[in-house]
């Protein structure tokens, strides 16, 4: 995995991931499972690549700032669901 080597080659470097869902099931439902999201990619960095867990700080926003608009939240495929259904990574210190 890419992001594996440049985070060993480069041991500074720190990681902020957050998670993000659709607007499908309740605030406090997708606050969590955001969460849950954003740390099995952690774990992920942790376990498979062996990056120190320390360098990575996790944050779930549930379906605050969704990528694109769901006019129909009940559905959980739609183009607009999946694309709000995401981690983003960012370097936060190099």
Request: proline fraction near 2%.
């Amino acid at each position: 995995n890419y992001n594996i080597t440049v985070l060993k080659n480069d041991p500074k470097m720190k990681l902020h991931i957050s998670g993000y869902t659709s607007a499908a099931g309740s605030e406090e439902y997708n606050q969590k499972l955001s969460e849950r999201r954003a740390e099995a990619v952690k774990e992920y960095f942790v376990k498979v690549g062996g990056i120190n867990g320390n360098r990575i700080t996790t944050i779930g926003y549930g379906e605050k700032s969704p990528a694109k608009y769901e006019a129909n939240s009940s559905d959980k495929r739609s183009e607009a669901a999946l694309a709000n259904m995401r981690v983003v990574i960012e370097v936060v210190e190099e």
